[in-house]
């Protein structure tokens, strides 16, 4: 049995330094946007595809319709048609390798209602800015468990729109409950704050 020496004396044998790497490999894959895509299916499909691609599910509606069921695979999508105005309105990432980088995905959907990103271990304050499309429509925020700080609440407080914030776990913002709880308080004010 081989072994690397890495960073902090850590020893890896070879096959989980080649799964280190192919898990680092796959999620920029995962999570890169292709402008051209973007451009010729739309940000709502593209997105859709996106959370997919990461092992989550999404719900798509018309105009004035309801979302009918989670859709887990690109078989599922397949069979709505996004021309016809259909929009991501549900999205659940949890526990999936999505990125700030991949967060540009959803950075033009603009009836999001709903998204869990919680434990999203990539995931930090740069991918919020991203949600400002859905500030007028989204209703449920889970970013539990994932790498936020402080530093987010700005962005955050620009989603007027929410009734209800998880950011439970999030180790960042454990030493400062108190800010964190106020300040959202103030600026969301029809909004449940989970801490």
């Not at 009918?68 to 078989?75: A, C, I």
Request: glycine fraction near 6%.
């Amino acid at each position: 049995m081989l072994c690397r020496r890495f960073s902090a004396g850590v020893l890896y044998t070879r096959s989980q330094h080649r799964n280190l790497l192919v898990g680092k490999w796959r999620r920029f894959k995962n999570n890169r946007v292709d402008e051209t895509r973007l451009k010729y299916l739309g940000a709502d499909k593209l997105s859709a595809e996106w959370i997919l691609m990461n092992g989550g599910r999404v719900r798509v509606a018309g105009p004035g319709q309801k979302p009918d069921r989670w859709l887990t695979s690109f078989e599922d999508l397949a069979q709505w048609n996004f021309e016809l105005g259909l929009r991501l309105t549900h999205a659940d990432a949890s526990n999936t390798d999505v990125t700030d980088e991949g967060f540009r995905h959803i950075r033009h959907v603009a009836h999001l209602q709903t998204a869990s990103f919680s434990h999203c271990t990539h995931l930090t304050d740069a991918a919020l800015p991203n949600l400002s499309s859905s500030a007028s429509s989204l209703r449920r925020l889970d970013l539990s468990g994932t790498l936020i700080t402080p530093d987010s609440l700005d962005a955050l407080s620009r989603l007027t729109s929410l009734r209800l914030l998880n950011i439970s776990g999030c180790r960042e913002l454990e030493n400062f409950r108190e800010l964190v709880l106020e300040t959202l308080g103030e600026r969301l004010v029809n909004c449940k704050v989970v801490m």
